[in-house]
């Protein structure tokens, strides 16, 4: 079945630092989202990606979707203690809405 | 966020019960979906629906079944709960793509 990857499991920052999670998929997705979730939390909606080396920010993070729509990054620069939690990939291989998930990469910032 | 609610909340069972976690929407989407979240796996989808009695299975469905019968609702079933099934449930709704999540349901074991 298909599979989404993400790396790292665990980062830890510090504060204003910038940091990348990597998101990689076995099969070519139709599209990506990006979730955050919050300590205690349900998962937040971030972004959804489209298109083939699509870029999109949002104040300090900037989302990047892979040319051969397999891979994706979220980037954040000069981390705040607001930006800690964990940061879900979702990928869908058509457009059935049906996501499937990456295991999250859980940041922690040092003040 | 949209207005979904999940129930119980928490939920202590033995082993061998049937547990049901209910799943309530009030935004009229219609897409539904369970999901279970266990540390290291992420989110895993157990059953979606895209629209009244339609389900499918998602990966990890063996030993869950879900009904929905009216829009609004959409039960998850344990019918023999196991440790294995030691989990934080969650609901979640969609209409374009986007998924909406409910609170979570914590459902213990033992």
């Known amino acids: 079945g298909q599979q989404v990857m993400q790396i790292p499991q665990y980062q830890h920052v510090q504060e204003g630092e910038d940091f990348t999670t990597y998101c990689n998929s076995s099969?070519?997705?139709?599209?990506i989202q990006w979730y955050k979730q919050r300590p205690g939390g349900h998962p937040v909606f971030l972004i959804q990606?489209?298109?083939?080396?699509e870029v999109k920010k949002q104040k300090r993070l900037t989302f990047q979707f892979g040319e051969a729509k397999k891979n994706s990054s979220l980037h954040i620069t000069a981390t705040q203690t607001t930006d800690v939690g964990t940061y879900f990939c979702?990928?869908?291989?058509?457009?059935?809405?049906?996501?499937?998930f990456g295991a999250g990469t859980t940041v922690t910032v040092r003040a | 966020d949209a207005g979904i609610t999940q129930s119980p909340r928490h939920k202590v069972t033995e082993t061998g019960t049937p547990v049901t976690l209910r799943c309530h929407q009030t935004?009229?989407?219609?897409?539904m979906y369970w999901y279970r979240q266990d540390p290291g796996h992420g989110l895993r989808l157990i059953h979606y629906?895209?629209?009244?009695?339609?389900?499918d299975k998602g990966e990890v469905s063996d030993g869950y079944s879900v009904s929905r019968s009216k829009t609004e609702d959409f039960l998850l079933t344990l019918e023999s709960a196991t440790s294995s099934q030691t989990s934080v449930y969650f609901c979640?709704?969609?209409?374009?793509?986007?998924?909406?999540f409910g609170e979570g349901s914590r459902l213990t074991v033992l």
């Open positions: 990606l489209v298109k083939s080396g």
């Open positions: 935004e009229n989407h219609r897409y």
């Open positions: 629906s895209y629209g009244v009695k339609d389900t």
């Open positions: 979640a709704t969609s209409i374009t793509g986007e998924l909406f």
């Open positions: 099969t070519t997705l139709s599209n």
């Open positions: 979702a990928g869908s291989l058509s457009n059935d809405y049906k996501l499937s």
